[in-house]
């Protein structure tokens, strides 16, 4: 064991090690990651035990430090045994592909395309590079053909049968770090790919009230309803419904003998099901052509909220942007899709539809080699890590050189990662002299999260080479195809919601510079393509095809008010997605490490009486508590004016505790008249002042002990920044706020992400009209309500009492009036008002309400205020989950929050307690502040076991990387495990908690706030209870 500075803590035991790796090659085992803390710095450990390994006889040893020689223990472990796992399978199949390709050792070289969109001989290939090697030869393919037709700005749109990947260009290849592929955690260079769950083979269905797309895909067998083998509806039916794709234009290889057309008449049959449900569900008629044309437009949606993730949300407008489309389902849909970002050029390759292969093949041959750094930003710095460049740079250059490359064909880049101090936000930057470096980043960061912060230290984290070894250059210009037969038929479609005469064309038989306008479909080999009313389609002379919107598009599109199921599902996204989109702003610009890397955040949008419409998926015990908060701005407000801003974090008026700071903007009119939506973010901040660092003080008995409290407060006037008000607020008092200027920071942030909010509703506004937002305002709420009303149609009457440790306790009485589809929640029996910090406010009881009963709906539907009108909820005045002023709250949006939870589900029975409590752990001193909320084991079901070493419920913050915190603070983390035994046995058990020790090299002050400790979390249907707690000083 390593100490982050270098100091051997616990000497190697290579007996022990090689004891244990022995017993693991007996067992069978013949592959073996190895990843120490701190072994990306300190590699002696790590190699001796990667020796010992390949000693014992292991074919596959990867250890960290050469997999991902950089901080971050978790990430890196991760890799590490990705890479493990994948490179025996990977050299298995290259072994047995080079032998057929290359019998004798002679003839052409074989190449792997990595996820860093570059290529690498096959015995350089390693498993932590192939998880997106397909798509990335897409966007290399996306990149090489676009430029060399002149478009430079580039969205990729790379639509295939189970899912869509999406991707932005503007000048050079963009690459992510560190990302999560099937929830694991992989930090290796990969090209920025976004996916989401919509292809060709997304399943369609409707759930008596929405329609919806996917996630789950029909894959390629059975397939779509189409194909003949019993598949379900899925997109692609939906195109051949429409006549977009036509049997006669299809090779007869579906059925279950591969020998039959496409099968027009079974997704004729299903959808007139299908629409009949539809119509029968809504009260209003349905052809299927709408339904399927409704589907159509649900999947755009999804597909264009992708894209605006890695466009739109990081600061770039993209209307002047080409849509590159390619995969075999891109064509069908890129029109459509390109109309909703207001995107007018579309450009297809000849190749479109396999242009990941052509990029595979157009790829350079690249090596990117990475270093740790972890040192301040200075000139004498730079200097240091000139060795160490050209090292690097000498060793890239070899393994590329040695993949056949002439040395005159070889070119280096030089990069490093550099941050804030403080931060875990590094951006990739062009190495340079300091003034460079300073100006790139400074210039970076203002671009990207729209401040700079002169006064903080720059770190470099990293340093990186890139080795890039020329290929030959390919013409993308193919040779003419045989023309083909031109006009192939008039055919009735339907687009644009109408019945239309379709011309399907050959696309190789177009003229070069003659447009066809739409509509129109193009077929060819590997794809159709779509022409929409308003676009024409024009042939280049190099063969490609570039589609421009030659008509505008309606300034507003035509919905009614009257609730449609199409349109539900859309106005669900696009709420949804403002909500998102407004938490990416306030993570990107948000100055500290509690909302922007912890992400202990929440946004979400109201309506003009303050309740929630919609939210982005944040901290629970936020959202369902932001409504009290803005109800309170309202009432304490009747006259507000555009421009202003209000931030509150008051516990009696709707806030939780004092740490979370809401900020609350008004979003009027046209006519600026009246408040038409608002919008929140409801942030955690580090300190707010009080009697303890960290503002959480485990003993305390009145709120003023907790930090400054702060009601109905202008932040923003007409639309200027109240800077010296909210200071003096926050400097002011017996225990005043300890980094007043980094809260004001991260209220700038939380202002940053109300305007996006506000700018996205506008759109949505201009886009659809005020009256239709409105009404489907009302309708996603109507659904959220009627959800619930199937869940209240399954209850009883029940209750429930859980004790706490210290003999408090909160009881709740559910009372169901099945004839009314309505449920009463009484929380009479709660005890009185806690003489500690254990009150949890009104509006926590309320989030715990909501909550719940959006766990029991057991399906995909928004959390919003819809869920709470079928629930009366009764709180007994001065009892601890509805105190008055002065009480102390600290520990009830953390600990109290849970117990609701948890007695809410005790009354249901559906599940058994999980670890109900957060085990708040927040420590420093004068120079160093740190809050973790530590995880524990989840409660089982009647369906499965719980999980363990999780967050549940009304948390979902993240732990600081072990490394980290141990390079920051003078902290060692002796040990982090799961505790094996602790959820309780049953038939099916509880999820397991965890043993966290942490050893303090300084002096600090600690403060606990936990439960659990004394009284066990309960069991359910005679499942036993897991263990208690404990929380313990060790001198």
């Not at 450009?347 to 479109?352: E, G, R, S, V």
């Amino acid at each position: 064991r390593m100490s982050a500075q270098g100091e051997v803590i616990t000497a190697l035991g290579l007996e022990a090690a090689r004891a244990a790796l022995q017993k693991a090659k007996t067992d069978g085992f013949d592959s073996v990651a190895i990843a120490l803390l701190h072994g990306y710095r300190y590699t002696e450990h790590e190699a001796a035990l990667g020796a010992l390994a390949r000693e014992i006889g292991f074919s596959q040893v990867s250890v960290s430090h050469e997999v991902s020689p950089l901080m971050k223990l978790v990430s890196r472990g991760d890799t590490t045994v990705v890479d493990a796992y994948l490179s025996p399978i990977l050299r298995r199949y290259v072994n047995q592909v080079d032998s057929q390709l290359r019998p004798d050792g002679q003839g052409p070289r074989l190449m792997f395309m990595q996820s860093n969109g570059g290529l690498t001989d096959a015995h350089h290939f390693q498993g932590k590079d192939a998880l997106l090697s397909g798509p990335a030869g897409g966007v290399v393919g996306m990149v090489r053909t676009a430029e060399a037709a002149g478009f430079d700005r580039l969205i990729g749109f790379d639509m295939g049968g189970t899912s869509t990947d999406v991707s932005h260009y503007a000048g050079e290849l963009e690459r992510t770090h560190e990302t999560q592929v099937a929830g694991v955690r992989v930090r290796a260079p990969m090209i920025h790919i976004h996916t989401v769950a919509a292809g060709g083979g997304s399943i369609l269905h409707f759930d008596g009230a929405r329609l919806r797309v996917g996630p789950d895909s029909a894959g390629a067998d059975p397939g779509p309803a189409c194909y003949g083998n019993g598949g379900p509806l899925a997109i692609t039916d939906a195109n051949v419904l429409l006549g977009r794709l036509r049997p006669e234009f299809f090779p007869q290889v579906f059925g279950p003998n591969g020998d039959q057309p496409l099968n027009v008449a079974t997704v004729e049959q299903q959808f007139d099901q299908l629409a009949a449900a539809v119509s029968e569900a809504s009260g209003v008629e349905q052809s299927p052509e709408v339904v399927a044309e409704g589907f159509l437009s649900i999947a755009v949606e999804n597909m264009a909220n992708a894209i605006k993730k890695i466009s739109v949300q990081r600061g770039y407008d993209i209307t002047s942007y080409t849509l590159v489309c390619f995969g075999g389902a891109g064509g069908q849909h890129a029109c459509l899709v390109a109309d909703r970002l207001g995107i007018t050029r579309i450009h297809l390759h000849p190749h479109a539809g396999v242009l990941s292969a052509l990029g595979i093949g157009l790829a350079d041959i690249r090596q990117v080699t990475d270093g740790s750094v972890e040192a301040n930003l200075d000139d004498a710095l730079l200097d240091s890590l000139t060795a160490r460049w050209r090292q690097m740079e000498t060793e890239g250059r070899a393994v590329v050189a040695g993949q056949g490359v002439a040395d005159d064909r070889i070119s280096t880049v030089r990069r490093l990662g550099v941050r804030y101090a403080g931060s875990d936000t590094a951006l990739s930057l062009p190495a340079g002299s300091f003034a460079e470096v300073q100006a790139a980043f400074e210039g970076q960061h203002q671009a990207r999260f729209g401040f700079i912060s002169p006064e903080k230290t720059l770190v470099v984290e990293s340093l990186q080479v890139e080795t890039v070894g020329a290929t030959d250059a390919v013409n993308l210009v193919p040779e003419a195809a045989a023309p083909g037969a031109g006009q192939q038929g008039v055919f009735a479609t339907v687009m644009a919601s109408q019945s239309r005469d379709t011309v399907f064309v050959d696309r190789s038989s177009l003229a070069p510079g003659q447009p066809l306008a739409g509509p129109a479909v193009l077929l060819e080999e590997t794809g159709t393509t779509v022409v929409e009313p308003g676009w024409a389609a024009t042939a280049q002379t190099n063969g490609d095809l570039v589609l421009e919107r030659v008509e505008a598009l309606p300034a507003q599109v035509a919905v009614g008010t009257t609730v449609d199921p199409v349109q539900l599902e859309i106005f669900n996204n696009l709420f949804m997605n403002i909500a998102e989109q407004m938490g990416v702003v306030l993570e990107n610009t948000a100055a500290s490490v509690n909302i922007k890397e912890r992400l202990d955040f929440s946004c979400a949008i109201f309506d003009p009486s303050g309740e929630l419409i919609a939210n982005a998926p944040h901290m629970p015990v936020h959202l369902g508590s932001m409504s009290e908060s803005i109800k309170s701005i309202i009432r304490q407000n009747p006259h507000m004016n555009p421009g202003d801003v209000y931030v509150m974090n008051a516990p009696y008026n709707g806030g939780t505790h004092l740490p979370d700071i809401t900020v609350i903007k008004p979003v009027f009119n046209d006519a600026e008249t009246e408040v038409i939506f608002y919008v929140a973010s409801r942030g955690h901040h580090a300190d707010v002042g009080g009697r303890v660092p960290g503002s959480a003080p485990a003993d305390s008995t009145t709120v003023d002990e907790e930090g400054v409290l702060i009601d109905n407060l202008l932040l923003v006037s007409a639309g200027r920044f109240l800077y010296d008000e909210i200071h003096t607020v926050l400097t002011s008092g017996t225990w005043p706020a300890r980094n007043a200027e980094q809260n004001i920071a991260d209220l700038q942030a939380q202002v940053a992400a109300c305007e996006k909010g506000t700018t996205e509703l506008r759109q949505v506004i201009d886009h659809y009209s005020l009256e239709v937002v409105h009404a489907y305002m009302g309708h996603v709420k109507d659904n959220a309500e009627e959800s619930v009303r199937r869940v209240i149609d399954a209850l009883t009457d029940s209750s429930f009492t859980y004790q706490m440790d210290d003999g408090h306790q909160v009881s709740v009485t559910i009372t169901v009036d099945h004839a009314d589809r309505s449920a009463c929640i009484d929380f009479t029996g709660t005890s009185d008002t806690h003489p500690g910090n254990f009150n949890a406010p009104s509006s926590i009881a309320h989030a715990a309400v909501l909550y719940v009963f959006r766990c029991l709906v057991n399906d995909d539907i928004p959390l919003n205020a819809g869920c709470m009108k079928p629930l009366k909820v009764v709180l007994p005045d001065e009892s601890m989950i509805n105190p008055s002023y002065p009480a102390a709250v600290i520990a009830g949006n953390v600990e109290t929050s849970q117990v609701v939870v948890d007695t809410l589900f005790g009354a249901v029975g559906v599940m058994a307690a999980p670890q109900g409590t957060m085990n708040n752990f927040i420590w420093g001193n004068d120079r160093y502040q740190n809050y973790e909320t530590i995880c524990g084991g989840s409660g089982a079901t009647a369906q499965a076991d719980g999980c363990d070493a999780v967050h549940t419920h009304m948390t979902n913050s993240r732990l600081t990387d072990p490394e980290v915190l141990e390079w920051r603070f003078p902290v060692r983390l002796e040990t982090f495990h799961i505790r094996r035994g602790s959820g309780g046995a049953g038939k099916h058990r509880g999820g397991d908690g965890t043993v966290r020790r942490v050893l303090f090299e300084e002096a600090m002050e600690v403060n606990v706030l936990s439960g659990h400790r004394v009284v066990p979390p309960y069991g359910v249907d005679g499942g036993l209870p897991g263990a208690v707690g404990h929380t313990r000083l060790i001198a």
